[in-house]
């Protein structure tokens, strides 16, 4: 089994950050790929922002220069950091990984976790 958890969403005014955390465990042998998404009034999920293994970025054009998201291989952990947050920033934020699991020689299996809520006030 592997997991996704989720932290540091929150209520926060407009023009404050927050810093989301996601924690993978479990059966892991490697993580590849590493992202951030979004659900936010219209019920599509939208890519923020993701990482490669190797660092390599890519963001959502409406947040580059606000967001940046960054790992930790060794925690397993994939950060976002937001600042000047906008009231249309509020959705529901999504961590996504594609993960190699202990005991599968080659493959990937793509995860997703419960999402955690980020609601910015004008």
């Known amino acids: 089994q592997v997991h996704l958890v989720e932290s540091g969403g929150g209520l926060v005014q407009s023009g404050g950050s927050l810093r989301l955390s996601c924690a993978a465990s479990?059966?892991?042998?490697?993580?590849?790929?590493m992202a951030w998404y979004r659900q936010g009034s219209g019920n599509q999920r939208d890519l923020v922002a993701s990482?490669?293994?190797?660092?390599?970025?890519r963001y959502n054009d409406y947040v580059k220069g606000r967001f940046t998201i960054s790992r930790d291989n060794a925690k397993n952990i994939v950060y976002l950091q937001m600042n000047g947050l906008k009231p249309e920033d509020t959705a529901v934020y999504y961590c996504?990984?594609?993960?190699?699991?202990?005991?599968?020689?080659?493959?990937?299996?793509?995860?997703w976790g419960q999402g955690t809520q980020v609601t910015v006030s004008s």
């Open positions: 996504n990984a594609d993960v190699r699991r202990l005991g599968v020689v080659d493959g990937q299996y793509n995860y």
């Open positions: 990482i490669t293994d190797g660092g390599r970025t």
């Open positions: 479990g059966a892991i042998s490697y993580i590849f790929d």
